[in-house]
């Protein structure tokens, strides 16, 4: 009897999602803008409604999350009832790829993408296809030239990550007005609150068939120890997906510290502030000193080096000084450096360091 295991075709071929570092050998405290955390935490409600959650740890949660969905609804304008909420925003787009595509159809991501993307294309049997982008900017007229009668879905993050550049609400509905039938199409917003004035994509989901927008509670809310996200759909995507999740997906304490943490928009707005503050700072300070980036959108910048050496280099400089930052040759950015907004203090630090370091080069 042959008892030898192997797991469905393809799934070797794998590469694990490689999250940012969290610490230093022999350092006890690091400045970690590495992840695209909210430096500032969640708001006090957040944690004080996680905190009272422990009263009831014995109950399962609510398998409907009626209560965030209503509070998401209010504080954005949106229909509860097309809404879905997941372990993080991850789980919504695995829950899009699991229900709209499958064995030998064709998923869309962009040549500088989030990297869960083709992971997630290929859990379900697809094949992940990378268009270019232009400019470091997610490009239309790539993704429709790709399309092809196996594509079934497109995502793209809006801002994108890790370039922090974006598309506007018009090139978004145009986007999704000339896909192919049958085409769906993802917009990830897990960056979408730091956008002055952006919805999302909330608006095009209400108007287009073929519309899906996805938000996280793990950037500026920030909840990413909780895992909490939701996404937003014409009703019958929405029942779809609600068909294959799993009842239980978010837990109570989760889904609490979530629904306090978006009815507290003045936090929110203060967060989204602080960020717009110290992106111009950080931006400016780097490009003074020979270090460009792109105008983001997110709460991060894509500093440009030279060469990959200089990032080398870079990179070793910073971490000898306790300050991570992420690499970027798997985003096919290997002169790249992607930088988190930190507070003040770690927007000084990094901005320093970095001057520092390019002095040295010359
Ligand atoms: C951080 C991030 C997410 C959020 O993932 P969660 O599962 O909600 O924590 C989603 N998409 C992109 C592009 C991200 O950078």
Excluded at 68 to 74: F, K, P, V
Excluded at 250 to 257: C, I, K, T
Aim: neutral net charge; contains cysteine.
């Amino acid at each position: 009897m042959n008892r030898t295991f192997e797991p469905r075709p393809g799934l070797l071929g794998i590469e694990s999602y490689q999250a940012g570092e969290s610490g230093l050998a022999g350092r006890d405290a690091v400045l970690k803008l590495s992840s695209n955390e909210n430096p500032y935490g969640p708001s006090q409600k957040a944690v004080d409604a996680y905190r009272a959650s422990a009263s009831t740890l014995g109950r399962y949660p609510d398998s409907h999350h009626a209560e965030l969905r209503e509070a998401i609804a209010e504080v954005y304008g949106l229909a509860p009832g097309n809404l879905i909420c997941g372990a993080g925003s991850d789980e919504v787009i695995a829950l899009v790829c699991q229900a709209y595509a499958g064995n030998g159809d064709e998923i869309i991501y962009t040549e500088h993408g989030f990297l869960m993307y083709p992971i997630l294309a290929r859990a379900v049997g697809a094949e992940p296809v990378q268009v270019r982008e232009r400019n470091r900017r997610t490009d239309s007229e790539s993704i429709l030239a790709a399309c092809s009668p196996r594509t079934r879905i497109v995502l793209i993050a809006n801002p994108n990550n890790p370039t922090g550049t974006m598309i506007s609400a018009g090139e978004a509905r145009n986007l999704a007005d000339r896909l192919p039938g049958g085409v769906l199409l993802v917009l990830d917003g897990a960056y979408a609150e730091y956008a002055e004035g952006y919805d999302g994509g909330a608006k095009l989901v209400e108007s287009c068939a073929n519309v899906v927008m996805t938000r996280t509670f793990s950037k500026i809310y920030g909840l990413a120890a909780l895992r909490v996200g939701y996404g937003y759909g014409p009703g019958n995507l929405i029942a779809a997906m609600n068909r294959i999740r799993e009842p239980f997906n978010v837990s109570a304490p989760s889904l609490a510290a979530a629904e306090a943490a978006v009815r507290d928009v003045e936090y929110t707005k203060r967060c989204r502030d602080l960020n717009t503050r110290w992106r111009r700072w950080l931006a400016d300070r780097l490009g003074r000193c020979g270090v460009p980036s792109d105008p983001s959108s997110a709460n991060f910048i894509l500093a440009r080096f030279a060469d990959p050496d200089t990032v080398s280099r870079c990179d070793a400089f910073l971490r000898a000084r306790g300050i991570l930052v992420r690499r970027m040759e798997k985003y096919n950015l290997p002169s790249c450096l992607r930088i988190s907004v930190g507070d003040e203090s770690g927007c000084r630090a990094v901005g320093d360091a970095i001057e520092e370091f390019m002095a040295g080069e010359k």
